[in-house]
T-cell receptor, first 115, second 114 residues
């Protein structure tokens, strides 16, 4: 079974500052890892994903994440925060060896951006 | 990706009634999923709805409460039956694309039960 822990339920950053959202996973098999963003009153939008290959993955809106197997982490970063980055961010994991691809989500991190 | 729509986008219902939520995709997909997001919380998988088979429910969710239909590869419905205020949530459908491992989500249905 897989599980996800997101450290910090709320993160506040200044506009232009680094955004760092932490995600650690637990999985007995190689995982597939995902970051989703949810803007107010909207569904989830895929930011980026890691399945195989390069461990540093780039996504939309300037976000990137690095899969570190030794640390069981998949932290999300953006060098310079923009006001439009204010949203809820979810890390998710699924089992790469199964064929049902069920996602387990973290509790989410709410990002606020200060002007 | 895919274009996924849900109807209704939001509703206010009385306790004891039922609501059917529709999920429509603009392409044929094998794997569809239904999630619940309770207020201020993360997403919990209700069931997997693959075309050609019965829906598979997660622990804590039963067919009598959340019946699901999957009549074809582009459409699914989730019914929330005999609703109570505790059913007030956002209900989201998603589809598995590429090899199925990447899920894309609909906009959600915001349900308030009084």
């Amino acid at each position: 079974a897989q599980s996800v822990t997101q450290l910090g339920s709320h993160v506040s950053v200044s506009e232009g500052a680094l955004v760092l959202l932490r995600c650690n996973y637990s999985s007995s098999v190689p995982p597939y890892l995902f970051w989703y963003v949810q803007y107010p009153n909207q569904g989830l939008q895929l930011l980026l994903k890691y399945t195989t290959g390069a461990t540093l993955v780039k996504g939309i809106n300037g976000f990137e994440a690095e899969f570190k197997k030794s640390e069981t982490s998949f932290h999300l970063t953006k060098p310079s925060a923009h006001m439009s980055d204010a949203a809820e961010y979810f890390c998710a994991v699924s089992d790469s060896r199964g064929n049902d691809y069920k996602l387990s989500f973290g509790a989410g991190t709410t990002v606020t951006v200060r002007a | 990706s895919a274009v996924i729509s849900q109807k209704p986008s939001r509703d206010i219902c009385q306790r004891g009634t039922s609501l059917t939520i529709q999920c429509q995709v603009d392409s044929q997909v094998t794997m569809m999923f239904w999630y619940r997001q309770q207020p201020g919380q993360s997403l919990t998988l209700i069931a997997t709805a693959n075309q050609g088979s019965e829906a598979t429910y997660e622990s804590g969710f039963v067919i009598d409460k959340f019946p699901i239909s999957r009549p074809n590869l582009t459409f699914s419905t989730l019914t929330v039956s005999n609703m109570s205020p505790e059913d007030s949530s956002i209900y989201l459908c998603s589809v598995g694309l590429l090899r199925g491992e990447t899920q894309y989500f609909g906009p959600g249905t915001r349900l308030l039960v009084l």
